[in-house]
């Protein structure tokens, strides 16, 4: 299997690639093929040849929230990466934003624009696509609530646009079909003066920073259960500080894993059976997983 390139071809490919580099999490075996693209026309070549072929493959953003197990994955990885997030403004208060670009150039743009809306966003690491496709938020508020329209590629190549109507957001998830990729979003924002939209990502990222570890990590494990917050309930079970091989459940925050260095996805796996099992016999409560493992 070799992807068939051509001159058109602008981006990067990458043979037998160890996906652990792109993670925050810095664990996982090797990928087949890691697609960079440059453009849009790469995307929808590999999309093709992936399709044509009958090739699996998966789209990773910046590798924020997953779990790469230890064997690695099949088929094809295409990152979307900056090359693919450009903003545009289109009125008052709308922008279009191409899945690529990061949270935190997303808010730079807003404040030097004198808008603002979304520094509840702040500090919390990936892009656009990937935020809109898990409905990422924090402090009471999430992506979700702003976005206007989504531009999608589905399963069968086609370049759709679903509006609002069309839409629905629930706690970090949405009804975007898994196997579409995300394009671009139409957000909805505000006038906002430069200082105040500075002062709120200070404030939110204080908050944040006292909250997130310094080693290795892909954030929440596990979603908050109605009427719960995961970490209080992993807190509460004692499981801060509980190691499994290199890999560990933070001090910081219950619920969120840590890679000392050298962690392998069994690990966490096990640590993830702990702490639901932990849960699950003191509370009566079932935690759902917010990473996804691949």
Known sequence: MSIPINSKFKGKIFKDECLATYTTFKIGGKVDYLVLPSTWDDVFFVLEWVKREKIPFKIMGQGSNILVSDEGVSGVVIKINRNLGKIKRISEEFLEVESGCLISELLSFL???????????????????????????????????????????????????????????????????????????????????????????????????????????????????????????????????????????????????????????????????????????YFGLDLELEIKIW
């Open 111 to 281: 404040m030097k624009n004198n808008l603002g809306g979304l520094e509840f966003l702040a500090g919390i690491p990936g892009n656009i696509g990937g935020s809109v496709f898990g409905n990422s938020g924090a402090f009471g508020s999430s992506i979700g609530e702003f976005i206007e329209k989504i531009e999608i590629i589905d399963e069968n190549l086609n370049i759709k646009n679903l509006e609002k109507s069309n839409l629905f957001f629930n706690y970090r998830s949405s009804n975007i079909k898994v196997g579409s990729v995300i394009k671009s979003v139409i957000i909805k924002v505000k006038k906002q003066e430069k200082d105040k939209s500075y002062n709120l990502i200070l404030k939110y990222l204080k908050e944040r920073q006292r909250k997130i570890p310094k080693l290795p990590s892909a954030g929440s494990i596990f979603k908050n259960p109605p009427n719960y917050s995961a970490g209080y309930l992993l807190d509460k079970v004692g499981m801060k500080g509980v190691r499994v091989g290199n890999v560990m459940v933070s001090y910081e925050h219950a619920n969120t894993i840590v890679n000392l260095g050298g962690g392998k996805a069994e690990e966490v796996k096990e640590l993830i059976r702990i702490m639901r099992e932990r849960v699950k016999n």
